[in-house]
């Protein structure tokens, strides 16, 4: 997947400065939430409440971007704002007809909003004009990309920046795009006898097994094609990656017959040199060991997918790392002098998750 950063510092400020031009604020009796409420967001489950809700929103949004009518609520707390923000521009922007992805790119934006104040529970909350010069803005920005990009839209996926202070909530805002399948008997396969890549991470490009692993996953779990569908709560799994808590799985046994030449002791204790030595050996992985993490990565994601149900898996993105098998390590240095012939090597992998929603503007 690449990743392409937009300069967003005219975007951002443009919304702060927006929303900070109106002085005076004459607000009716809220119906969402107020500086007083108690009451947590908690996003509707049903596709009709869901719809109903984003109605709703984008009636508020037009009325004061045309006319500049306030709507009967005066706040919303954060975590709704996230909530409505994503899924009125994922339903305002999916087309009608989707496809079996085959790769994607994402667009990556950082927006701001003014806070209004915290409520009794100590949460904050921002004003319906902020939101709305934000959402424009977002709108704005989805526009730029489509109209520089040949790919269809995919997902807008919103996050809370960590960084909170009492005047600013800071987000930020990834627009994914997809490359589609047009081929229209296309089916996924798994890889065959003709298959063999060189044991390197997906961002090696085509010549790498990863790539491909995660390729091939990503055309399962987005087949067959969903029809008048768009998503809400995008999320990535595990949230934010540390080598503690990215998920390693389909471990291949493999035999190697070349010596790397690394004798001292630390290389025994140090992942970072059997990565090293991995990558510069050419690792070259055959279909059956190809389609044996495929196939293992696959039922991970299929039983994870129906556990969480509704939840559904929307990409995969992979490393693949080897770790080496040890049992001696002096034993081991002795005999072959260097790295271990006999080792094993896994896959580290995130994978990407929304709820789809039908969209009753294509139905």
């Not at 003709?194 to 044991?199: E, K, P, Q, R, T």
């Not at 399962?220 to 990656?241: D, G, I, R």
């Not at 790392?321 to 896959?347: A, E």
């Amino acid at each position: 997947m690449k990743n392409f950063i937009i300069p967003t510092i005219c975007i951002a400020l443009l919304c702060v400065f927006a929303c900070k031009k109106e002085k005076k604020e004459n607000f009716i009796k809220p119906q969402h939430t107020s500086e007083n409420a108690n009451a947590r967001f908690s996003p509707p489950e049903r596709d009709e409440s869901i719809n109903n809700l984003l109605d709703s929103f984008d009636v508020d949004f037009t009325n004061y971007m045309e006319n500049t009518i306030l709507p009967t609520w005066d706040t919303m707390l954060i975590e709704e704002v996230v909530w409505t923000l994503e899924a009125s521009a994922n339903r305002a922007n999916t087309p009608a007809q989707q496809y079996t992805v085959d790769s994607v790119e994402t667009s990556k934006y950082i927006f701001y909003i003014p806070l209004g104040g915290r409520n009794t529970m100590g949460e904050f909350y921002a004003r319906p004009h902020n939101i709305f010069y934000c959402y424009d803005s977002i709108a704005s920005a989805i526009t730029d990309v489509m109209n520089n990009n040949t790919n269809l839209f995919y997902a807008i996926d919103v996050e809370v920046d960590e960084d909170v202070s009492d005047d600013l909530f800071k987000m930020h805002v990834e627009i994914i795009t997809y490359a589609p399948i047009l081929e229209p008997n296309f089916e996924p396969t798994d890889f065959g006898p003709g298959d063999s890549y060189i044991l390197y991470d997906a961002y090696d490009g085509p010549s790498s097994s990863a790539y491909n692993i995660q390729k091939k996953l990503t055309h399962y779990f987005t087949y067959p094609p969903l029809y008048a569908v768009y998503y809400t709560n995008f999320k990535y799994h595990p949230p934010k990656p540390t080598p503690n808590t990215l998920w390693w799985v389909s471990i291949i046994d493999h035999t190697n017959t070349v010596c790397p030449g690394y004798t001292t002791p630390d290389y025994f204790g140090s992942n970072n040199l059997k990565w090293l030595w991995s990558y510069t050996s050419n690792i070259t992985l055959n279909y059956n060991q190809l389609n044996q993490s495929l196939n293992g990565l696959k039922g991970y994601l299929s039983s994870w997918q129906t556990t969480y149900y509704p939840r559904k898996v929307m990409g995969a993105y992979l490393l693949s790392i080897d770790l080496g098998s040890i049992q001696n390590t002096s034993s081991q240095q002795s005999v072959y002098g260097c790295y271990p012939s006999n080792y094993r090597y896994y896959n580290v992998f995130r994978w990407t998750s929304a709820i789809p929603v039908n969209n009753p503007n294509y139905n």
